[in-house]
């Protein structure tokens, strides 16, 4: 025998879920409408189907909505430091590499570490520089998103000649 869900809500609550239920963001949004069908009486394993998850993530859901009521169900930020840094780097890069080309030097990564730390008093490392450029679609290079060769697989040539068999 299925027991069935004890999840209640009030009318402020319903409100909330149906609001939360139109997020852009669709984490929060199936588990929004996963509640209020919930009240409904769908059951968590028709609702892990509906939602393409399993049962046990509707069950947890519906504790969550339980424990904290709506806002358990928002997304929470992602844990670790801000992004501002590689914000900053990314609009000042942007504004580098937009001059023209007659008036700047070839940027280099290096060069545009310097040239990022003079303007905004932020020390950013190389290797993050070039991480944030390459999300945000910058490029360090001659223009955004110049081919590299070193996604290409070069051909080798037969050590024993050609048409030698093992």
């Known amino acids: 025998m299925v027991a069935r869900s004890q999840v209640t809500a009030t ?3 319903i409100e909330e879920l149906r609001e939360l239920a139109a997020s852009e963001r669709r984490d ?15 059951t968590s394993d028709r609702l892990g189907a509906a939602f ?3 049962g ?3 069950r947890r859901w519906r ?4 424990k904290g009521g709506v806002a358990a169900l928002r997304a929470s930020p ?18 580098i590499l937009t001059e023209p080309v007659q008036d700047r030097p070839n940027w280099t990564l290096a060069r545009l570490q310097e040239e990022i730390e003079k303007r905004t008093e932020v020390h950013i490392s190389k290797s993050r520089l070039s991480v944030v450029l390459r999300k945000k679609g910058g490029s ?4 955004p998103g110049t ?20």
Do not use: C, H, M, Q
Not at 63 to 66: A, I, T
Not at 78 to 95: C, D, M
Not at 154 to 166: D, E, I, Q, V
């Open 147 to 166: 081919a590299s060769k070193a996604g290409k697989t070069p051909k080798r040539s037969n050590p024993r000649g050609s048409g030698s068999t093992y």
């Open 28 to 42: 929060e949004a199936d588990r929004a409408r996963a509640i209020l069908l919930s009240l409904d009486g769908w």
């Open 140 to 143: 360090a290079g001659v223009a």
């Open 52 to 54: 393409g998850v399993g």
């Open 56 to 58: 046990d993530s509707v």
């Open 63 to 66: 504790v969550w909505f339980s």
């Open 78 to 95: 992602p844990p670790g430091r801000s992004p501002a840094k590689g914000e900053w780097a990314v609009s000042v890069a942007g504004e």
């Open 11 to 13: 009318l402020a609550e």
